[in-house]
């Protein structure tokens, strides 16, 4: 279960990340364009555009394994999900709309901190598909010595 | 993704460490770890670097499978690419390692937290394949430039700074000049390379140092004028000879010049100047301190085009350097005291050293030969001379360049006397011809003759 103080992260404006390795052990990254916790606190939705995440859905696909790292970029408190795919499918219409909540808060905070508002509005975020996964493990990422624990 | 294959350099906005860079990483078991770093560090064309501050999961991930996928966006227009990489090694010293470590302490001292950011190592990745992500923005690619980035020092640039720094590093002439000779070739790759110094009287350079010769030619003369070496010193400009007529060739110019002046004594007088039979390209450039000429380094290569204006500029940046050096490490009036000795010189490794040597001087010329080859003339003959016969006659070893400054018999010139550059050249011949008798430094202006075996000596008036 995703804990109180996460689950506040999760809600801002935070920039996510994805991790995934294929059968070579050979790691991938990509962007996600939102994240969105699952009711019972123990799921989270992100959102993939197949141009630029491909082999990340193929990794998805292929062996489910993935991290998830959300960073609020004005002061850099972040945290690590790592979790099993459980679904793949388009984006629906609360989907489209939690991914555009999400993105409209993640370019306040990069304007915040001196990104141009022109340069975020011309990401290409849809369309996306949903990726639907079951978190199993939630870690402390903001930078110090504390990064890498266990939530 | 584009089809062009993408060079590093081109991605040198995203090496500024303005928007952090995604790094993901696989355990051995399989289970994939991302995070943000600050910066990945270009390091060369096929290498970055990333700082290892802390014992976390990436570095212990790349330690169990070195490959890892890093994500980054161009500042300009946020474009993302993706550098495939391989863990190689971790660095914790070394100008790499000095420069990041800086960095960050710079950055920590500024948010009072010095002893919390600490870089352990600067960890080298191969890059294994660049992409674009295309499909990312809707913004065109930001214009390509020529100039990548001001942050990238041409290696050039580089290699002429750590020359500069080493070589001011030198406390005596004669660790100059053996490290300018070694830093041309590891820096640069000038193998094969000398120094050639005025003499006292301005009428002749002889050759102090070289590098990549089977014969080291130490003591060898050159006339102004002669060659390229003595054009280059009459001139006082810089020469770049490629694909060069042989006829040209200073090295073959001065052995033909001695086989025709006939006569053994003409030929055994006379220490051939170093030279590569092969050479083809060659460049010599003046040393000069203030409009004054000093000497003349030299460089040459067996390859017709190894040499361009680029080589012609580099040495010569390295010329006025080692100009100014020689000038400060010339000047030993003062003598360091007693306490601060240098390390004696190891004997070289004979198999059957011989159990005497004999010294013959012949005063007509100021020539010292032993065990009956020519080893030295002139002023440093008539040094070593000095220095034999007071180690036979009152059991001396240790002396100082003060109180052979003040011997008249020597003739040193009152001013520019070259005293330290002419104990080098003695010192390197005797090292080449009689290694069982050596002048070892004892700090700034003061050596020891340290011997091994008997000495004879004997005058000649021919």
Redesign the interface.
């Known amino acids: 279960m995703i804990p109180q103080p996460v689950f506040d992260l999760l809600q801002t404006g935070v920039s996510v990340i994805v991790g995934t390795r294929d059968s070579t052990l050979m790691p991938e990254s990509t962007r996600a364009w939102g994240i969105h916790v699952g009711k019972n606190r123990d799921s989270v939705t992100i959102f993939l555009t197949e141009a630029i995440s491909r082999k990340t859905i193929e990794n998805l696909k292929e062996n489910g394994l993935v991290a998830i790292s959300c960073t609020r970029p004005t002061d850099h408190v972040a945290c690590q999900l790592k979790g099993r795919l459980q679904t793949i499918r388009p984006a629906g219409q609360r989907d489209r709309k939690n991914s555009s909540d999400w993105h409209r808060e993640f370019v306040e905070e990069l304007v915040a901190i001196g990104v141009p508002a022109d340069l975020c509005e011309a990401w290409i975020t849809a369309p996306a598909l949903a990726i639907d996964i079951d978190v199993t493990d939630v870690f402390h990422q903001t930078p110090g010595p504390g990064a890498g624990e266990k939530v | 993704m584009e089809d062009r294959l993408l060079k590093l350099e081109e991605l040198w906005p995203c090496f500024q460490g303005i928007i952090?860079a995604?790094?993901?990483?696989?355990s051995?078991d399989?289970?994939?770890?991302?995070?943000?770093i600050?910066q990945v560090h270009y390091v060369d064309h096929t290498h970055v670097a990333i700082s290892h501050q802390?014992f976390?999961?990436t570095h212990r991930n790349v330690r169990e499978?070195p490959?890892?996928?890093?994500?980054m966006l161009d500042p300009r227009?946020?474009q993302?690419h993706?550098i495939?990489l391989r863990y190689q090694h971790s660095e914790s010293s070394g100008p790499l390692f000095d420069s990041m470590s800086l960095q960050l302490q710079a950055i920590a001292s500024h948010a009072g937290m010095t002893d919390?950011f600490r870089l352990r190592s600067a960890d080298v990745y191969e890059v294994l394949r660049i992409e674009r992500?295309?499909?990312?923005?809707?913004?065109p690619p930001a214009m390509p430039t020529d100039r990548p980035s001001r942050l990238f020092v041409d290696q050039d640039l580089e290699s002429l700074r750590l020359f500069s720094e080493r070589i001011h590093r030198a406390e005596l002439l004669e660790d100059l000049l053996e490290t300018t000779l070694r830093l041309l070739d590891d820096l640069f790759g000038f193998r094969h390379s000398m120094i050639l110094l005025m003499d006292e009287r301005n009428t002749k350079l002889f050759t102090i140092a070289s590098r990549g010769y089977p014969e080291n030619g130490v003591g060898s003369e050159v006339g102004i004028g002669e060659g390229l070496i003595g054009t280059v010193a009459r001139a006082r400009r810089a020469l770049q000879l490629s694909a060069i007529d042989h006829s040209l060739r200073y090295a073959r110019a001065v052995r033909d010049r001695m086989e025709a002046g006939g006569g053994a004594d003409a030929v055994c007088r006379e220490i051939p100047l170093p030279g590569l039979p092969s050479a083809a390209g060659q460049i010599a450039v003046p040393l000069l301190t203030r409009g004054r000429l000093i000497g003349v380094l030299a460089v040459e290569s067996a390859e017709p085009l190894a040499f361009m204006a680029r080589e012609d500029t580099l040495l010569t940046i390295v010329a006025s350097h080692l100009g100014g050096c020689i000038e400060q490490l010339s000047r030993d009036t003062e003598e360091s005291p007693q306490g601060a000795l240098a390390k004696p010189q190891s004997l070289r490794a004979l198999a059957a050293p011989p159990r005497s040597r004999s010294f013959c001087f012949f005063p007509q010329d100021d020539c010292v030969f032993v065990d009956g080859e020519y080893l030295i003339r002139n002023v440093p003959g008539r040094i070593l001379w000095r220095l034999l016969t007071q180690h036979r006659d009152e059991g001396r070893t240790e002396f100082s360049n003060r109180e052979l400054r003040m011997d008249s018999w020597l003739g040193l010139p009152e001013i520019k006397d070259n005293l330290e550059c002419r104990l080098i050249l003695l010192r390197k011949r005797m090292e080449q011809k009689c290694p069982d008798i050596r002048l070892v430094p004892r700090g700034r202006g003061r050596f020891a003759l340290e011997t091994d075996v008997a000495i004879a000596l004997s005058e000649r008036d021919t």
């Open positions: 952090p995604a790094l993901s990483t696989c051995q399989g289970t994939p770890n991302i995070t943000f600050s802390f976390n999961k499978n490959l890892a996928c890093a994500m227009t946020l993302a993706r495939y919390v992500v295309d499909g990312f923005t809707r913004l």
